[in-house]
């Protein structure tokens, strides 16, 4: 008998993570200019956005691998909840 969609979804669904972050990440290292003055309009440093990059793209690795799931899932949260952060206290401020 063949897989649910759910079970399907439940699958994919870290791969489908990972390819945002590689995208997400892999942007912000290779065109830095646009996210560097973006970091730095909001008041961070002008390195943060290459710390992001990294974890972004060490996060989607990590999510990869159903042993190393869990803990890929720390920093990127962090990282979210640091964007979450900003948009709602920094920009619409």
Not at 13 to 29: E, R
Not at 44 to 57: G, T
Request: with cysteine.
């Amino acid at each position: 008998m063949g897989a649910t969609w759910s079970q399907l979804a439940s699958a994919a669904l870290p791969f489908v993570l990972a390819l945002v972050f590689v995208v997400s990440g892999g942007v912000k290292l290779v065109w830095p200019g646009d996210f560097t003055q973006l970091f730095h309009l909001n008041l961070y440093p002008r390195w943060f956005s290459h710390v992001v990059a990294v974890v972004e793209l060490a996060g989607a690795c990590g999510l990869l691998f159903a042993r190393t799931r869990a803990w890929a899932t720390m920093p990127l949260i962090a990282v979210m909840a640091g964007a979450v952060w900003t948009k709602l206290n920094i920009e619409s401020g």
